[in-house]
C-alpha cells in the first residue's frame, strides 16, 4: 500500500464499542472509498487526533475496521465543528501536514462576513448580493430599515439557519421574529426593538437587506447548488435543489424542517418553459461564479462550496450564503448502489491536486 496514492477524509468520529459513525456523511464516505478504488485510491476515514497517531478508519466489506493507515497526500477537511479546527490536535495536523508534503482543502470554515467581503470585490456580483453590513445596534438598524422594508440578523458563524431574526416595519409598530420560533413581537420603536435583542445576541451578527422571495403555497423558497472544483480551476455544478420553507417561517434550511423540491418543478411553477432553462442556468453561473471567486481570494484550497440563491418576486436572482462544509443530505435522493456526482468530483479534485505535485 506504500505506493498507493492516500486521500484522508478528515472528520469527526462517534466511536462506539469499536464501531464507528461519521454522522451526517456516513454513507457519502462509502462512496468516497468505492469511487477512489476506480482510480487506485486508498481512502479512509479520521480525526485529527487519530491522524496524529497515524491511526483511520478503513472500509472492509460493508464494516470500517479501526487501524494503522498511511500519511495521506490529500486530507479532505469534514470537520463540522468551527472549535475542531481551533483545537490543538488541528493544528498540529496542519504542521504534520506542511512535513509530509501532504494538501489539504476545505481548509476552514469562511464565515458569513468573510463571504460578503470576497464577493464584494467583484463588481459583476454586485447586482445579486444584499446590501450587507456588521451589526452595530440601533443606529444600523435604522438605517438599514429607512432603506428597505424588512431586514435579516444573522450571526457571523450561524449555520443551519440558527439564530436569524426577520424585524419589519409594520403600521403596527417594528416586528420581530427568529428563524426557531413562529410566533413573533411587536414593538413600538426601533430602540424597543434593539432593547429586546440585545440579551438575545452573543456572538458577531451581520445585518442584511430583507428581500421578498418567491413562494410555493406561501412559502418561501430558495436553491442549494452544490459546486466541486473538478480539473484545475474549473468548476462544475454537481447538484442543484429547491428548499421550501416549513408553514409560517421564513428560513428554508433543511435542518430547519425545509423541504426539498426539484429545481424544474419550482421554476415551472413561475415560469415559461423556456424562461425555466434561461433562469436555471444564471443561477448556475451565479453560482459557479461565486465559488470561483471565493477560492481564489479565500487562503487555502477550497474545492466544494454550497451556494445558496433566491429568485425574489421581481425575478431577480440574489446570493444569499454561500457554506464551505455543505451538507451532504441536500441532495435529491439517489440510489445507495450508485456514487453521486459531488462523490466523484471529490475525489477528481483529489487526483488533481496529487497530479499538480508530480
Excluded at 497526500?73 to 508534503?101: G, I, T
Excluded at 464577493?119 to 456588521?134: D, F, G, I, S, V
Excluded at 429568485?311 to 456514487?339: C, L, Y
Aim: charged share 25%.
Amino acid at each position: 500500500m506504500s505506493n498507493q496514492r492516500t486521500v484522508a477524509v478528515l472528520t469527526e468520529i462517534k466511536e462506539d464499542r469499536e464501531r464507528a459513525s461519521f454522522g451526517s456523511i456516513h454513507l457519502f464516505c462509502e462512496e468516497l472509498v468505492k469511487y477512489g478504488e476506480t482510480h487506485n485510491l486508498f481512502v479512509y476515514v479520521t480525526s485529527p487526533s487519530l491522524y496524529l497517531q497515524h491511526t483511520g478508519y478503513r472500509l472492509t466489506g460493508s464494516e470500517w475496521i479501526k487501524g494503522g493507515v498511511p500519511r495521506a497526500n490529500v486530507v479532505y477537511n469534514r470537520l463540522h465543528s468551527r472549535k475542531s479546527e481551533y483545537a490543538p490536535a488541528f493544528q498540529q495536523l496542519l504542521a504534520r501536514l506542511d512535513e509530509e508534503d501532504g494538501a489539504m482543502f476545505n481548509r476552514r470554515f469562511l464565515h458569513k462576513w468573510e463571504v460578503h467581503r470576497y464577493l464584494e470585490r467583484h463588481e459583476y456580483l454586485h447586482p445579486y448580493l444584499p446590501k450587507t453590513a456588521l451589526w452595530d445596534g440601533q443606529d444600523s438598524l435604522e438605517a438599514f430599515l429607512a432603506a428597505f422594508p424588512s431586514v435579516f440578523l444573522k450571526p457571523v458563524h450561524g449555520s443551519q439557519g440558527r439564530g436569524i431574526f426577520r424585524i419589519e416595519c409594520t403600521d403596527e409598530g417594528i416586528c420581530l421574529r427568529r428563524s426557531t420560533s413562529s410566533s413573533s413581537a411587536l414593538y413600538r420603536s426601533v430602540a424597543a426593538a434593539v432593547s429586546a435583542l440585545q440579551p438575545q445576541i452573543r456572538t458577531p451578527m451581520i445585518i442584511q437587506q430583507g428581500l421578498e422571495l418567491q413562494t410555493i403555497d406561501g412559502r418561501p423558497v430558495d436553491f442549494r447548488l452544490l459546486c466541486h472544483r473538478i480539473r484545475h480551476n474549473d468548476w462544475r455544478v454537481t447538484s442543484a435543489v429547491a428548499r421550501a420553507a416549513p408553514p409560517e417561517q421564513f428560513v428554508a434550511n433543511l435542518a430547519r424542517g425545509g423541504v426539498l423540491m426539484a429545481v424544474n418543478d419550482v421554476l415551472r411553477k413561475w415560469y415559461t418553459r423556456a424562461d425555466v432553462f434561461q433562469q436555471k442556468q444564471l443561477l448556475k453561473e451565479i453560482a459557479l461564479e461565486s465559488a470561483a471567486v471565493l477560492a481564489s481570494e479565500a487562503e487555502g484550497l477550497y474545492g466544494e462550496f454550497g451556494v445558496d440563491l433566491a429568485i425574489d418576486v421581481h425575478g431577480r436572482p440574489w446570493i444569499i450564503e454561500v457554506n464551505t462544509k455543505p451538507s451532504k443530505q441536500a441532495e435529491m435522493t439517489f440510489s445507495q448502489q450508485t456514487v453521486r456526482p459531488s462523490a466523484k468530483a471529490v475525489i477528481d479534485y483529489c487526483l488533481t491536486l496529487m497530479e499538480e505535485k508530480e
